[in-house]
T-cell receptor
Framework: SQQGEEDPQALSIQEGENATMNCSYK?????LQWYRQNSGRGLVHLIL?????REKHSGRLRVTLDTSKKSSSLLITASRAADTASYFC????????????FGQGTTLQVKP | SAVISQKPSRDICQRGTSLTIQCQVD?????MFWYRQQPGQSLTLIAT?????????ESGFVIDKFPISRPNLTFSTLTVSNMSPEDSSIYLC??????????FGQGTRLTVV
């Protein structure tokens, strides 16, 4: 079953603009991760944020986590056409098994 | 990190037939996972492939439809049996430990006609 929802489902912006994607989840978590998928291929890990962290940066990526609201956001700054992809949040299951529960995903299109 | 070789990358199959997907990892890993991604949808976990024991299936997935093998710590197969058009999806294998990033194969895009 899906953990929660992501919004928006689709986002179209111009190169150079910032893109913000949101993810909500339902259960308590140990960590939340963001992944990128190009054209239905394999997923690439972007960033992991632990439940005791509120914000994390990696290059042009900024992730926030609000455990009280059970939500996270991914901000991509100064977007590039190459950022065009689908982005998914994923949370670990409560059993500490390594399984991931994915959100619905946001499809981002960056126009040159 | 782990590098996963998944094959085939895509296939078009006749309904009623079966397809076996292979995943080879470049290092020994304890946990391997199989996911399905239906068209335009997110990923859903099919099962956890356990070395030396039967796979653990998620709700809605059964061994008769998706038999899994895990003969050693670097290899696993997923078979999609008695296929119907509803099985058309991308199938992905993954490895990972709790609390760390997961690594994915490139996926198998299956079309059933």
């Amino acid at each position: 079953s899906q953990q929660g929802e992501e919004d928006p489902q689709a986002l179209s912006i111009q190169e150079g603009e910032n893109a913000t994607m949101n993810c909500s989840y339902k259960t308590s978590i140990n960590n939340l991760q963001w992944y990128r998928q190009n054209s239905g291929r394999g997923l690439v890990h972007l960033i992991l944020i632990r439940s005791n962290e509120r914000e994390k940066h990696s290059g042009r990526l900024r992730v926030t986590l609000d455990t009280s609201k059970k939500s996270s956001s991914l901000l991509i700054t100064a977007s590039r056409a190459a950022d065009t992809a689908s982005y998914f949040c994923a949370t670990d299951d409560s059993g500490n098994t390594g399984k991931l529960i994915f959100g619905q995903g946001t499809t981002l299109q960056v126009k040159p | 990190s782990a590098v996963i070789s998944q094959k085939p990358s895509r296939d078009i199959c006749q309904r009623g037939t079966s397809l076996t997907i292979q995943c080879q990892v470049d290092s020994q890993v304890t946990m391997m996972f199989w996911y399905r991604q239906q068209p335009g949808q997110s990923l859903t976990l099919i099962a956890t492939a356990n070395q030396g024991s039967e796979a653990t299936y998620e709700s809605g997935f059964v061994i008769d439809k998706f038999p899994i093998s895990r003969p050693n710590l670097t290899f696993s197969t997923l078979t999609v049996s008695n296929m119907s058009p509803e099985d058309s999806s991308i199938y992905l294998c993954s490895v990972g430990q709790p609390g760390t990033e997961a690594f994915f194969g490139q996926g198998t895009r299956l079309t059933v006609v």
